[in-house]
């Protein structure tokens, strides 16, 4: 599970790979997930393949290896599916040979993260579910 602050708006986010029905188990205990909107023209090196200036990479501790992902997001043309709080795609990494169908469900922070939690525990996801 993440938790996802993008701007002023807090969003609790999901990652599991099947529902369950309402139990009794306790709610999921969350970890952390913190994205940051960077502004491109301020971060990438046009004259270096638009890759991360290295001041970037230096500050964030992030190595020059990378693995490709490719990404297909599955929706409808009117996000139909986003708006109802999912985030349904299918993943294909670089260097592995299977492809990876996930899904999240994103709770909004209306409260507290507790209060999301438990919404989200009435709606199947609980401590049981892995990320
Ligand atoms: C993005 O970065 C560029 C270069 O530093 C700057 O000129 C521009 O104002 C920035 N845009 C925003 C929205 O901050």
Redesign the pocket.
Known sequence: MHFTTAGPLALLTLLAHHAVPISATSNIVPDFEVKLVL????ILDPTNSYKLKPSVLSAFSIPTTVTKINVQSLDTNSKTIHNAGWSPRIRKTEGESDFELTYKKRYPVTSTIDAALTTANTEGFDSTDID
């Open positions: 502004n491109a023209t301020a």
